[in-house]
Each structure stands twice: as structure tokens, then as C-alpha cells.
């Protein structure tokens, strides 16, 4: 399960007692204030290096040939023209010394391997290329000649458990057990409850598409293997790279510095990165391999499709008495948590006694699921929150009030039903129903006429978002007052070097120009688990307070000795060391003896664990106002707001900024985005490129968009009081949509994307029905 | 990745002429269609011969006789720009800003936008459809959700231009350049449908260039729109779209042209709509029978069904808003 890399369960040794952790702040100056970019001008200028950018002496680049088939076998590979071609200094194929590259992992062992003749979905890799130039890569990749036998093939979920299906395994077609969960009695929950409703909703296989698409340079010097690598995480990739290459983790390096998107696509080694590593072992020269787009869309990833029915019972005063959920989706042809967390908000999300989902995972001929902002989240948040818009109609209560009455204090799904750390769930409903003009826009609805208008509103949680151990910090205050930050962590772009510096400069009053940060790097930087699963600031911010407060309080002794008085008067404030005691007594940073004698003061933090018996969880709800074109099917979101829990807001931009991509998504989700598969013919993806895979612009979301930090600094939490919020971002922002297309037109919309292809045929269908 | 061709520059039309004579040459203007068919292998191309430097083939200029002479390498965010296409030729400038995105508007050219390739994602992609000279079509029984329901035969593409409806219901013709004299035809009759020629789109031939297109002289009382309707708010063709250019005299259509696109392998004259409107006012009553008439005879697919109502949508909505 892909959701694994998120929680962490054992915590480290190093992790310190809860005892020593810092008090909270009550008040701050730097954290929590609306800051650009630490990092803005180098990525905005072009000066910030990304791995595609990465260009070393002597370097080759690399190309990869792919299964032109949903599914194939590989008889015969002849490489014999695209050898003698110009440029070309190495083929890598199957039979290559080294290439036998165990791959795939299910609990059986391995399914497959680096270059696996049998090819279960289009894109698999077949072959690699290095030469001088990309362009005499690509001509001969197209040289190699390839003997295909073309199997037939599996495109969708429901095909693959048919009697007589192809089995893409020995096996078979199912990924791993069927899941399932229960508490209480959901037959009884369905008997008292005054009504019950029963829907089956899709969502469809979305492609992560980060702006950067894969890319890894690798290079050897002597046994040593340095990669530069577009990733979530430098310390995942060296040790995926240190137990497929087999070599120890000193001898594996991982650089990550900028990169441009990843949503989940990049947490882990993918096949190109060890492409990269064995060409460029059999070259002795460096190598570059940079996906393209095309690539990207089938080979790294993509959100599961899943097909849910969702059956509720209701009391007429809005008690939740059963929830019943089956699931059906797909990760592709490998394992990769199909159906994975998509039950998890209709278990945990609303106060309900009586709950059974039964979710089941199969293979189809298609590219690898990878974990995606939320996994199984917004997938089942489109269930379930449309389903709670149609029980809150049919007992005639305001969708508002009805998840009001179902917030619940503990989480129902984990075990002992431990409380949440903080939920501010009732908040985002009723702050921003306050702030949306709920109740005013409600009655605003217009339901005559071509051009309808309506507001929908939806919640959600993401099960992540605590963060926790391990994680480790280093900062170093110079003599001269300026500052290092090292960690492991990556910034995907979210903002993460920027709010870690804040947290230094607040506790060491050290300005943000003046911290230099070091990340990413697993040579120079410290361990950190991958960022994802939106708990890299609850992560990372506690331990990068730890550390300036080793800092401070190594500075506040040195300058106590210094000053003749106590380490406990002293505090540290605008670049001074001042007694609060006597105000005659200080010195300034670069005044501290001690400091200048050393060069330099170390600092380390840790992150401690976090607290026992206590849920951490970030929750979020959204509105929205639609027009909907009735002759026409096109809907137009005029208005949105997001109100979301996650603790306290680091800084009220870049948390801003992550609220807009997760609604963004979210409307890609709702309204144009999904892989289409030739499902009857030949299975392969027809939409591979930024055109026909329709990722929403500017012109598709709302001037409006407007987001509400429930700021609810959550002390039980960690030392920063926050929680995760890239990923709750995004899961009630379809939802909401629906819901909002339903208030002005009248029309379900189960399945997504609805765009006009599928709305016009439903809005002519009603007009039919009358 | 684009695979290897040598790239030369025109001197002239002439010149341009000339060197398409060459094995494997194609005519480049902006290359924002061609370098795409490039890359994905829809085509090969040994050899570019680019008009992009030619200045004469650029701009809009009244012609003495009444009307306009747009040149074939304006860009649609000229014409998008230009005043009197805003105020007389009103169809055409919406169309033009209908067009993909800002930075194809600014590189892409007209005559290129006449010229384009289809968007069937199956001639796009790795498939040998018949259009690409292979032995059978995709579409027809596979993913045609963004296909045609008039006028396909074999092949179901529709045809990818919004400015080429738009100038069409205008009454633009073009003026075409070759080894001979130049000629001119009226750009309805530029489009070929499958039935005619698979494997192309226009009466072009290998060296033949579109130099300019002819818009005559707009008259007063002309109303013209278009009207598109997308998948997605930008960077995307019509799943269907409707071009009108209506002379109302006395409260009275006088005059129609009516062509869809986004629906049909050429821009699709709608001769029923035309005949339900002329001679009349546009009341209600009248618009909904012509909606009716516009979608009559078509022929969806198995999942284009919903081109139909949203035809019917856009009929009744355009032509409202022109009463
Ligand atoms: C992502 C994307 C989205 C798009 N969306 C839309 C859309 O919504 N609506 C729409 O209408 N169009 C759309 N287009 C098409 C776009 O308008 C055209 O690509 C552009 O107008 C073509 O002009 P160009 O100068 O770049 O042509 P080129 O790419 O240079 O040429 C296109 C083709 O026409 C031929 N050609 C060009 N000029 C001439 C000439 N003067 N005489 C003879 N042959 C010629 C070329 O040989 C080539 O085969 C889109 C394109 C892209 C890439
Ligand atoms: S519609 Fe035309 S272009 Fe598309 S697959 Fe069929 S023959 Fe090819």
C-alpha cells in the first residue's frame, strides 16, 4: 500500500521525551504572516536548478523505449541498426549485465523486473538508450526493432473479475484481499432509519501531471552513485536505489534541491532512475534521463479510478444511522492501492454508529497507481458528500445544519475511538457558511431559465496531516547573526523551505535573508521521511524549532558568562542578548566572544513524538457557487470558498497558495479531468497529452476563490501547533461542486469529470423524463 | 521528440512554391500544428520551407473594391485586435479569440488555422487509422466521444477550425498561390469531406500556398457571431460551435448563413436552419423549430449522443441573441 510511506508507527530512538518539548508560543512575529517565497526570485528568475537543469561535463542523455501495447510479450529485441548510430554510447536491455532488477512488489515477492518481456500496461519500459544528444536517443530508440506478440488485454475494473478475463498475473486479477471493515450493525442502522438512499458514484482515473515531469541524472565516481533526482523525498530514493542496486547506503547519494510538482507521483524510485544508473555505469559518463510529458502520463502514476455505491440511513431529525460502502478500482497492473483509504472518510468523517465497506482492488492493463494528493480521499469525499446533500433533501434540513449535526469528537474508525488532538470541523461549516452567505445565497438560487445558478457545499479530512517522528534538523547561527538550516526535507514547491526558515527566525530573530537553508540532500543534509502526505510541516516545524532553540539556549549561556548573569534572565531579541533584569546588560549576537572564538554554534532538533491516545487530523469544508448553462451543459464556478482546520497557519500565503491548488484540483477532478482508455480496441490511453487530458486553466476556476484559516493552534499536536493541509485541501472540492450543480439544475452528476459531454446528456435525459 | 529536418526560409511566394517541389518538404508558417504532428509522428517532414518571414503574406487592409484582405500569416491575436473585424465582421473576432490560448493566438497564424490537421486523438496518436493511410477507423467503433454526427463516411473527424465557420458564414474565399496562376475559391469549397478524400482536408496540393483570405464588404445590417462550446475554459476545440451571419431588415431575417463546427469533417453549412429563419422574425416559436431543423438527419455515434442537444442549445441560444 502506498499509504505506508505516510505513517509512521514505531517511534525512533532519537526522538526526545515529551517532557522536553518546547512550550508553545503564545504570541509570534515571523510565523503565521503573510510571506512570499524564501526561494521566489531563483524560481521565478530561472536561477533556481532543477534536475532538469542539471547538465555535467561529459554528460550523456538517455531515452527509453516503452511497450507500444496494453499488454505484450516481448519475443525477440534486435539492436543491431541503432548501435552503429551516431551519438549512441550505450542499449540497455533485459539481457544486459545488471539489468535484473527485481521490481513491483506484492507480498508474494516480486512481479516483475527492470525489463520484464511480458508487458502488462503501454509504456512499460522495454529498453534504455544513452547518447550525446537527447535527439539521438530518441532516433534510436525508434531503430530498435522489437517483436511484439500482442496479448489481449483488460481496460477497466469491472472486465477484469469476468469469467474468462485475460489474467495479467499468474494469480489472476485481483490486487491483494478485499478489504473490509464494520462496527455496529448496519442492518439495524438501515431499519431505523427514516430514509435510505442508495447510489452508485465514479470518479475517473486522473493523471498526477506535476509541471516537472520525472527526471534523474546519475553519475558514478569510482563505487559511488550520485543521483540528482526530481523527488519528494531524497532519503526514499537512496534507500530504494540502495536495495535494487545492492549497494551500502554510504555509497548512494541523493540530491533533490528544487523540483516542480510531485502530488504523490514522486515519493519513491521509479524504473527511469535506475535506467539512469546502469547507463551510466556501463558509459562511465554521467546521464541524464528526463521523462516527457507523454511518458509522464503512463508511466509514473496516477490516481486509481473507483467505482463506489453508497447506501445511507437517515432519521428524520439528521442522525446518521448506517453507512454501507463497496468499492470497486483499480491500480493499474501492479499493486498500487486501488481502492486504497477511499472508505476512510464515510468511516470516520461524520458520527455514525453502524458502518460496513467492503473495498475491492483489481489489475487492468495499465500504468501503475501512485499515491495522489489524498489518496482515496476526494475519491470517496465525492461519495459521500453528495450522498449527504441527498439525505439532508430528502429530510428537508440545510446541508450545513445536517453535517453540523453529525460532527463527531472522536475518530470512529481507529481503535478505541481515541479523541481528535483538535477538530475544527464544526468551525470551517459554520465560519464559512458565515463567510460564503450561506443562507442568503441559498435562497439566491435560480432555478428558471437557461442559465441556472446554485451552491453546493462538502467537507472533509485527511487521515494523514499529523506528521511525527522521525525527523532531524540542524541549525548553525554564525558569528556574524546569519544563519544555516539544514534538513532533509523537499519542497515540492509548497512552500516548505520557507516556513522552516520562519520558524528559525522566530525563535533566533535571525531575518529570513539571512538563513541560508541546505535541504534535500542525503550526503549534506539530515534524515527526513519523504514530503507527502501533508505532514511535512508537523514533520519538519517542530524539529526546526528544536534546533534554533539548541541554538538560543548554547548563545543565551555563552553570552551569560559573557555578561556575568544568569542563561535564565536572558532573552533573545532583534539581533541582542538582553538581561531582563538589568537592560544595561547585553550584547549583540556578533558581540558574543564565546560565539566568535568558535565560529559557530550547532544546533540540533528532533521531532518528538506525538501525543499518546490522541488523533491528529486536519479537516476542511468547502462552497460553492455554479452557473449552469442548461442549453449547453457547461458549468461555471463563479464563486469558492475554503475554510480549513490545520492547526495554526504557518504563514497566511503560502498556506493560501495550497488552498487554491487543492481547489484547483479539486475542480479538475469534478469538472475535465480523467485517462481514457480505448477500452473495446487496443486499450491505450488516447488522451496522453496536455490537450485531450484536460488539467483546468485560468479560465476554469472562479476569480473568487477565497480561503479561511480556522486558525486553531493544535498544542496537543506538536511544538508548532500545526497540522498537514496540502492534501485536505483538495478532497471536498469536487463535491462541493456537485452538490452546487445539483441546487441549480436538479441533475445528480455521480460520475466524474462533468464536463457538457456527460451534463448535456443528463440535462437532456431529465428534460425527457419532465 | 521532434525527429530531425532541415529547416529553410522562403525568399518569395514563388520561392516558397519552388522549394515545396522538394521530396518530403512542408509548408511552415507559425509550426504550432505542424511541430505537434511532428512529434507525434501523425506525419514526416524532411524538409521545412517557412513562409514565417514573408511580410506580404502578414496584416488586415481594406481592398479598394469594398472588404478586407486578410493575409494568410496574421495571427489570430491580429485579428483579434483589429477594429473593424471587431465592429463588421463580429463572428470572425470571436472566433479568433475563441482560439486555443494566448500563446498559440500570438504565434498561430489563419491561414495556418485553415490549414490544420484534425484533432482525432487517433490520428493524433499512435494508431494507423485510415486517414493516415491505414486499413480502418478507430472511431468509429471506439472512444468517439468528441467526434462527428453530420457528414462522416469512414472517417468521423470534425474539423478542428473555429475561424474557418466563422468566415465561411461571412462569405470569405481564399486566395490560393502554385506552380501556375493563383486562384481563388470560396473557402467552403476549400473543405473536403471523407467521402470525397480521406487522407486530407482542403483541395491543396503539394505546392500550393494560401496566401490570403477575402472577406467582401461587410453590409450594414449584418449581425454576425460565433459561439463555441468547450470541454474546458481554454487551450481547447469546439464540441460544437455555430457561426451566423444574418442580414435583418425590418425586424426580418433577410438573409443566413449558418455554419456549425466542432460537429461535421468540414465546417458544416446548416442549410435547414437557414431556411427555417429566413424571411422571418426570431420569436421563440421560430428559433425552436429552427433548432429543431438544425439537428435533424444526424447521426451520433455511440458516445457523441449528447452533440445533438447541446447543437439544439447553441442554435436556440445564438440565434436569440441575435433577435
Ligand atoms: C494546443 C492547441 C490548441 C488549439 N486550439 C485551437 C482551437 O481551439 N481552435 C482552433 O481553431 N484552433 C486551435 N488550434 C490550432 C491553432 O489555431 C493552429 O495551430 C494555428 O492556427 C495554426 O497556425 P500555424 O501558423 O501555427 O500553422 P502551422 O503549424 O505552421 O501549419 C499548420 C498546417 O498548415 C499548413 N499551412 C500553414 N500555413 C499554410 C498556408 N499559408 N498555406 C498552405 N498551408 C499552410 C502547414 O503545412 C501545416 O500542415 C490549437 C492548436 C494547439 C497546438
Ligand atoms: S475518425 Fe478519421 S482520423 Fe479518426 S481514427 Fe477514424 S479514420 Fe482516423
Not at chain 1, 119 to 136: H, I, K, L, N, S
Not at chain 1, 161 to 175: D, E, F, M, T
Not at chain 1, 406 to 429: D, E, H, I, R, W
Request: hydrophobic share 40%.
Amino acid at each position: 500500500m502506498p499509504d505506508d510511506r505516510y505513517y509512521v508507527t514505531d517511534v525512533p530512538p532519537e526522538t526526545p521525551e515529551p517532557a522536553d518539548q518546547p512550550a508553545p508560543w503564545t504570541t509570534t512575529t515571523v510565523v503565521g504572516k503573510r510571506l512570499p517565497r524564501v526561494d521566489g526570485y531563483e524560481r521565478v528568475s530561472g536561477a533556481a536548478v532543477y534536475t532538469a537543469d542539471v547538465v555535467l561535463p561529459d554528460m550523456l542523455y538517455a531515452a527509453v523505449l516503452r511497450c507500444p501495447h496494453a499488454h505484450a510479450m516481448v519475443r525477440k529485441i534486435d539492436t543491431s541498426k541503432a548501435e552503429k548510430m551516431p551519438g549512441v554510447a550505450a542499449i540497455l536491455t533485459d539481457k544486459s549485465p545488471g539489468a535484473d532488477v527485481p521490481w513491483f512488489n506484492a507480498r508474494t515477492g516480486p512481479l516483475s523486473r527492470l525489463f520484464d518481456p511480458h508487458c502488462r500496461y503501454e509504456g512499460e519500459e522495454v529498453a534504455g538508450v544513452a547518447a550525446e544528444t537527447p535527439y539521438q536517443a530518441w532516433d534510436a530508440v525508434r531503430a530498435i526493432a522489437v517483436e511484439y506478440e500482442v496479448l489481449p488485454f483488460v481496460a477497466d475494473a469491472e472486465d477484469a473479475l469476468k469469467p474468462g478475463a485475460v489474467a495479467i498475473h499468474q494469480g489472476g486479477n485481483r490486487s491483494g484481499d478485499v478489504t473490509r471493515y464494520a462496527r455496529g450493525d448496519v442492518d439495524a442502522g438501515f431499519a431505523a432509519a427514516d430514509v435510505v438512499v442508495e447510489q452508485i458514484y465514479s470518479t475517473a482515473c486522473e493523471i498526477h501531471a506535476p509541471t516537472e515531469t520525472h527526471a534523474s541524472v546519475a553519475r558514478w565516481d569510482g563505487n559511488r552513485l550520485v543521483v540528482w533526482d526530481s523527488t519528494q523525498g531524497v532519503y526514499p530514493i537512496q534507500s530504494g536505489l540502495v536495495q535494487l542496486l545492492k549497494l551500502p547506503s554510504s555509497s548512494v547519494r541523493v540530491i533533490g534541491h528544487y523540483m516542480g510538482g510531485g502530488f504523490g507521483s514522486k515519493l519513491s524510485v521509479s524504473k527511469h532512475t535506475v535506467i539512469a544508473a546502469l547507463l551510466a555505469k556501463m558509459t562511465a559518463r554521467p546521464v541524464k534521463l528526463h521523462l516527457t510529458r507523454e511518458e509522464s502520463f503512463l508511466a509514473v502514476g496516477n490516481r486509481p479510478p473507483d467505482t463506489m455505491t453508497l447506501k445511507a440511513g437517515v432519521k428524520k431529525d439528521g442522525t446518521l444511522t448506517a453507512l454501507q460502502m463497496t468499492v470497486l478500482g483499480t491500480g493499474g497492473a501492479y499493486p498500487g492501492g486501488g481502492v486504497g483509504s477511499v472508505d476512510w472518510v464515510v468511516r470516520d468523517l461524520y458520527t455514525c454508529p453502524n458502518v460496513k465497506t467492503e473495498l475491492t482492488d483489481v489489475f487492468i492493463n495499465a500504468g501503475q497507481a501512485r499515491a495522489f494528493r489524498a489518496p482515496g480521499h476526494p475519491q470517496g469525499a465525492w461519495a459521500l458528500e453528495q450522498m449527504m446533500d441527498q439525505l439532508a433533501e430528502r429530510i428537508g434540513m440545510d446541508p450545513v445544519e445536517f453535517r453540523l449535526k453529525n460532527v463527531p469528537m472522536v475518530s470512529q474508525a481507529t481503535s478505541g475511538t481515541p479523541p481528535y488532538s483538535s477538530t475544527g470541523l464544526k468551525a470551517c461549516l459554520e465560519e464559512g457558511a458565515k463567510r460564503f452567505g450561506w443562507s442568503e445565497a441559498r435562497k439566491r438560487a435560480r432555478t428558471e431559465g437557461p442559465i441556472r445558478r446554485g451552491v453546493g457545499v462538502a467537507a472533509g479530512l485527511w487521515r494523514g496531516g499529523g506528521g511525527g517522528p522521525p525527523a532531524t534538523i540542524i541549525v548553525k547561527l554564525f558569528a556574524d547573526g546569519s544563519a544555516n538550516l539544514n534538513m532533509g526535507a523537499s519542497d515540492l514547491g509548497t512552500g516548505t523551505k520557507t516556513v522552516m526558515a520562519m520558524v528559525v527566525s522566530e525563535e533566533l530573530g535571525v531575518p529570513l535573508e539571512k538563513i541560508q537553508i541546505e535541504w534535500a540532500d542525503t550526503a549534506t543534509t539530515q534524515y527526513a521521511t519523504a514530503s507527502g502526505g501533508s505532514k511535512t510541516v508537523p514533520t519538519e516545524s517542530p524539529a526546526a524549532r528544536a534546533a534554533a532553540l539548541d541554538v538560543k539556549q548554547q548563545l543565551l549561556t555563552m553570552a551569560a558568562a559573557q555578561l556575568k548573569v544568569t542563561p535564565e534572565e536572558l532573552v533573545l531579541k532583534n539581533g541582542e542578548i538582553v538581561s531582563t533584569a538589568d537592560s544595561s546588560k547585553k550584547v549583540a549576537i556578533a558581540g558574543v566572544n564565546a560565539l566568535r572564538g568558535r565560529g559557530l554554534i550547532v544546533g540540533v532538533g528532533y521531532r518528538g513524538p506525538n501525543p499518546e491516545g490522541k488523533v491528529i487530523c486536519p479537516f476542511g469544508a468547502h462552497f460553492a457557487e455554479v452557473e449552469v448553462n442548461t442549453r449547453t451543459g457547461e458549468v461555471k464556478v463563479t464563486r469558492f470558498l475554503a475554510a480549513q482546520d490545520s492547526g495554526r497557519a504557518m504563514n497566511e500565503l503560502t498556506y493560501e497558495n495550497q488552498t487554491q491548488g487543492g481547489i484547483t484540483m479539486g475542480l479538475g477532478l469534478a469538472l475535465t479531468e480523467g485517462r481514457i482508455l480505448d477500452r473495446s480496441q487496443t486499450g491505450k490511453m488516447v488522451n496522453r497529452n496536455w490537450h485531450d487530458y484536460k488539467i483546468p486553466t485560468a479560465m476554469d476556476v472562479p476569480v473568487e476563490q477565497i480561503v479561511i484559516p480556522i486558525d486553531l493552534h493544535d498544542y496537543q499536536a506538536n511544538s508548532t501547533a500545526a497540522k498537514g493541509l496540502g492534501e485536505p485541501a483538495t478532497v471536498p472540492a469536487a463535491p462541493a461542486v456537485a452538490n452546487a450543480i445539483y441546487n441549480a439544475c436538479g441533475v445528480r452528476t455521480p460520475d466524474t469529470p462533468v464536463n457538457p459531454l456527460r451534463l448535456m446528456g443528463l440535462l437532456a435525459a431529465s428534460k425527457k423524463r419532465g | 521528440m521532434v525527429p530531425g529536418f532541415t529547416y529553410v526560409r522562403a525568399k518569395s511566394v514563388a520561392d516558397g512554391v519552388r522549394q515545396l517541389a522538394a521530396p518530403g518538404a512542408k509548408l511552415h508558417a507559425g509550426g504550432t500544428d505542424l511541430l505537434g504532428c511532428l512529434r507525434d509522428g501523425v506525419f514526416k517532414a524532411d524538409r521545412l520551407i517557412s513562409v514565417s518571414g514573408l511580410k506580404e503574406l502578414r496584416g488586415i487592409a481594406p481592398v479598394p473594391a469594398g472588404g478586407l484582405r486578410i493575409g494568410a500569416l496574421t495571427t489570430h491575436a491580429q485579428v483579434v485586435a483589429d477594429k473593424t473585424i471587431n465592429e463588421r465582421y463580429r463572428a470572425l473576432a470571436q472566433a479568433s479569440a475563441a482560439v486555443a490560448s494566448p500563446q498559440l493566438r500570438n504565434q498561430g497564424t489563419i491561414g495556418g488555422n485553415l490549414c490544420q490537421r484534425p484533432r482525432c486523438w487517433y490520428f493524433r496518436g499512435d494508431f494507423h487509422c485510415l486517414r493516415k493511410g491505414g486499413d480502418h477507423c478507430y472511431a468509429e467503433g471506439g472512444e468517439n466521444q468528441y467526434h462527428a454526427v453530420f457528414g462522416g463516411h469512414k472517417c468521423y473527424i470534425v474539423h478542428p477550425s473555429d475561424t474557418a465557420p466563422a468566415l465561411i458564414a461571412l462569405g470569405a474565399r481564399v486566395r490560393i498561390a502554385g506552380p501556375g496562376a493563383s486562384r481563388v475559391v470560396p473557402l467552403a469549397s476549400f473543405f473536403v469531406g471523407p467521402a470525397k478524400m480521406i487522407t486530407k482536408e482542403t483541395i491543396l496540393e503539394k505546392r500550393e500556398i494560401l496566401t490570403e483570405i477575402l472577406l467582401p464588404a461587410a453590409e450594414p445590417d449584418l449581425r454576425s457571431s460565433y459561439r463555441k462550446v468547450r470541454a474546458r475554459g481554454s487551450f481547447d476545440f469546439a464540441l460544437a460551435g455555430i457561426a451566423l451571419a444574418l442580414l435583418i431588415k425590418d425586424g426580418k431575417v433577410a438573409r443566413a448563413r449558418v455554419v456549425f463546427s466542432g460537429v461535421a469533417p468540414v465546417p458544416w453549412r446548416s442549410e435547414p436552419v437557414e431556411q427555417a429563419i429566413t424571411g422571418k422574425a426570431l420569436t421563440p416559436d421560430v428559433v425552436a423549430a429552427a433548432a429543431e431543423a438544425g439537428v435533424k438527419g444526424a447521426e451520433p455515434l455511440e458516445k457523441n449522443g449528447y452533440k445533438v442537444p447541446l447543437l439544439e442549445g447553441i442554435i436556440t441560444e445564438s440565434l436569440l441573441a441575435l433577435a
